[in-house]
């Protein structure tokens, strides 16, 4: 394999899942003796996923509970409120599954989701900020997108990304309603999917992904508010005009094509001012481009925020 881990990963950094697991033996414990309505279990242990830990994506504050990581989910296609998708997504067939990433390339490739498995996976911890105004830390393990974009060489003419969800109301109930106009549509500018902290997840806590959290692989964009990470996704096409996302053709007042994290600009329903950290009661100051600021914003210089929203 042609991609190479960063250097200043060392070996003695591998992923301990033994750690993450103490919490979850202590709740099977407490299911044991009949809490499981208080502490609903996954249906299935999921599938370790071995990475190395990238320590230069880290944060002070302790990852979300895996338990609200994987019951507290956004995920339309399998129901609207946070708690339908570990139940709907439950028996979704993950297999098999290709990812076409095609458009303006020299070389269109179609990664089969076991392929995209073997590479070498790191673990970064992101926080992830939710429009509606919750936020989560996550320990998430993929790799850059750069990576992939790299192997099938944007043409000049390429200038976004456009990503797409799996179409197919027979496995996705939530596609029989028309709350959306499916499939889901996502885009980044090219630089920002380029950009080092945009990952190509496939598992999180150590695991492969659960359903609910967009199995078998998703993006994850932390600057960005939680809806332009995309779920499921079956393609990833080079673009020369911006992708018509799904949640701008839903309410274009609402949500623009950047949908950075932004604290000064309002919702036209709620402010943006603040968030709850799942798992934490006080409400916390959001910070701009969700606290990766120094990372990201250059890429905004000379760019009116308000306007491109
Ligand atoms: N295909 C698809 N991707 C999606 C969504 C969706 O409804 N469908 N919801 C988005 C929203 S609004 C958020 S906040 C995040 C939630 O990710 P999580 O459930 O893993 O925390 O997924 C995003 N990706
Ligand atoms: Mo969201």
Redesign the pocket.
Known sequence: MLIRRPSDIRPSEITDPALYRERRSFITGLAALGATALFPLPASANTKLPSVKNGAYRTNSAPTPYQDVTTYN?FYEFGTDKESPAILARNFVTRPWTVMVDGLVKRPTTFGIDDLLKLPLEERIYRLR???GWSMVIPWTGLPLSAILKRVEPTGSAKFVEFTTLYDPKRMPGQRSSVLDWPYVEGLRLDEAQHPLTLLTLGLYGEVLPNQNGAPVRVVVPWK???KSAKSIVRIRLVEKAPLTAWMRAAPNEYGFFSNVNPAVDHPRWSQARERRIGEFFKRATLPFNGYGEQVAAMYAGMDLRKYF
């Open positions: 956004n939710c429009v509606e508010y939680g809806f």
